[in-house]
T-cell receptor
Framework: GEQVEQRPPHLSVREGDSAVITCTYT??????FFWYKQEPGASLQLLMK?????EINEGQGFTVLLNKKDKRLSLNLTAAHPGDSAAYFC???????????FGAGTKLSVKP | DAGVTQTPRHEVAEKGQTIILKCEPV?????LFWYRQTKIQGLELLSY????????DGGAFKDRFKAEMLNSSFSTLKIQPTEPKDSAVYLC????????????FGPGTRLTVL
């Protein structure tokens, strides 16, 4: 089955710095990809979703890049601020009506 | 609209007890998922239902974990018997039918097994 590896498990940056979180997956047939944010004491909430081929999606202060050739998904916070401190999880969904598989998560800490 | 509801929010059990966790998905959602969240393992799939039919069962959890969808708006997760290693946060999520849709997560139930 699908295996998702997420790196790094912990990331500490200063306010204004960039931060990059990367996930790699194994099933080349996977086609839906998600990033979730989990703030302390709260549950997971969708940050962004991305589909198909090499794609860049830009949100408020972050960029998601999907490279299907390398089976890699990345989340790039361009200028982190303390409100971004949270755990981030990638999720990958493949064919055959399987449930999404999650990376182990990255705990991001942004210091003022 | 109400989000995913989970009860109880906290549960403390003695080793060997049976516990039942409850979940109400977002109204109209067809897919329902149970995950276990720990710091070491992250999110592990326990069960996945589509329109009340079991689509996928987390292989490592089949012996003591049983999830059911009694109707389209209510699901339970039974752990029997509980063991200390079951201490974790149990998350329920739902989504509309279709693989492209994101999951909506409940607040979770924190289980402590003594």
């Amino acid at each position: 089955g699908e295996q998702v590896e997420q790196r790094p498990p912990h990331l500490s940056v200063r306010e204004g710095d960039s931060a990059v979180i990367t996930c790699t997956y194994t099933d080349p047939n996977s086609y839906y990809f998600f990033w979730y944010k989990q703030e302390p004491g709260a549950s997971l909430q969708l940050l962004m979703k991305v589909f198909s081929s090499t794609e860049i999606n830009e949100g408020q202060g972050f960029t998601v890049l999907l490279n299907k050739k390398d089976k890699r998904l990345s989340l790039n916070l361009t200028a982190a601020h303390p409100g971004d401190s949270a755990a981030y999880f990638c999720a990958v969904r493949g064919p055959n009506n399987n449930a999404p598989r999650f990376g182990a998560g990255t705990k991001l800490s942004v210091k003022p | 609209d109400a989000g995913v509801t989970q009860t109880p929010r906290h549960e403390v059990a003695e080793k060997g007890q049976t516990i039942i966790l409850k979940c109400e998905p977002v109204s109209g959602h067809n897919d329902l998922f149970w995950y276990r969240q720990t710091k070491i393992q992250g999110l592990e799939l326990l069960s996945y239902f589509r329109s009340k039919s079991l689509m996928e069962d987390g292989g490592a959890f089949k012996d003591r974990f049983k999830a059911e969808m009694l109707n389209s708006s209510f699901s339970t997760l039974k752990i029997q018997p509980t063991e200390p290693k079951d201490s974790a946060v149990y998350l329920c999520a739902s989504s509309p039918r279709g693989d492209s849709y994101e999951q909506y997560f409940g607040p979770g139930t924190r289980l402590t097994v003594l």
